[in-house]
T-cell receptor, first 114, second 112 residues
Framework: AQSVTQLDSQVPVFEEAPVELRCNYS??????LFWYVQYPNQGLQLLLK??????LVKGINGFEAEFNKSQTSFHLRKPSVHISDTAEYFC????????????FGKGTRLSVIA | DTEVTQTPKHLVMGMTNKKSLKCEQH?????MYWYKQKAKKPPELMFV???????INESVPSRFSPECPNSSLLNLHLHALQPEDSALYLC???????????FGPGTRLLVL
């Protein structure tokens, strides 16, 4: 079975400051890793994903994440945030084999302050 | 094109009503999903269809009835819902059942 821990439920940050949203996972099998963003009153949008290859993954809206297998982490970063980045961010994992499609973390609320 | 569409956007229904939620994708994906999301919580998986057959039912009450008429469409039929069923219902699709999921905008349901 897989589990995902997002260590911070809320992260306030000033506009144009850098941000890191933390995600750790646990799994007995190899996994794919994802970050989704949910803006207020909307569905989930895929930000980026790690399937294989380079451990540094670049996504939309200037976000990037680094897969660290030894620390079982997949932290999300952005060097300079905008007000429009205010949203809920979900880390998720999917096993490379088996039957459970996707397991989500509890989410991190990013609030960008002007 | 990575678009999943859902209708209606909003729905208010009484506990004795029957209604349906609709989801559509034209990406040729063979897996489709229904999720329920309560406020300030992650999505909870309800059902998975793979190649138009129900492959996962996460112990969802029978007042929720999924249907997959063809590979592009997914419906969720609602009957005799309870107020605690009020939530955002999200549809998603993926190429295969372990592959990247793309989500629709959701239907916000209020049960009175």
């Amino acid at each position: 079975a897989q589990s995902v821990t997002q260590l911070d439920s809320q992260v306030p940050v000033f506009e144009e400051a850098p941000v890191e949203l933390r995600c750790n996972y646990s799994s007995s099998v190899s996994v794919y890793l994802f970050w989704y963003v949910q803006y207020p009153n909307q569905g989930l949008q895929l930000l980026l994903k790690y399937l294989s290859g380079s451990t540094l993954v670049k996504g939309i809206n200037g976000f990037e994440a680094e897969f660290n297998k030894s620390q079982t982490s997949f932290h999300l970063r952005k060097p300079s945030v905008h007000i429009s980045d205010t949203a809920e961010y979900f880390c998720a994992v999917s096993p490379r084999s088996g039957n459970t499609p996707l397991v989500f973390g509890k989410g991190t609320r990013l609030s960008v302050i002007a | 094109d990575t678009e999943v569409t859902q209708t209606p956007k909003h729905l208010v229904m009484g506990m004795t009503n029957k209604k349906s939620l609709k989801c559509e994708q034209h990406m040729g994906h063979r897996a489709m999903y229904w999720y329920k999301q309560k406020a300030k919580k992650p999505p909870e998986l309800m059902f998975v269809y793979s190649y138009e057959k129900l492959s996962i039912n996460e112990s969802v009450p029978s007042r929720f009835s999924p249907e997959c008429p063809n590979s592009s469409l997914l419906n969720l039929h609602l009957h005799a819902l309870q107020p605690e069923d009020s939530a955002l219902y999200l549809c998603a699709s993926s190429q295969g059942h372990l592959e990247t999921q793309y989500f629709g905008p959701g239907t916000r349901l209020l049960v009175l």
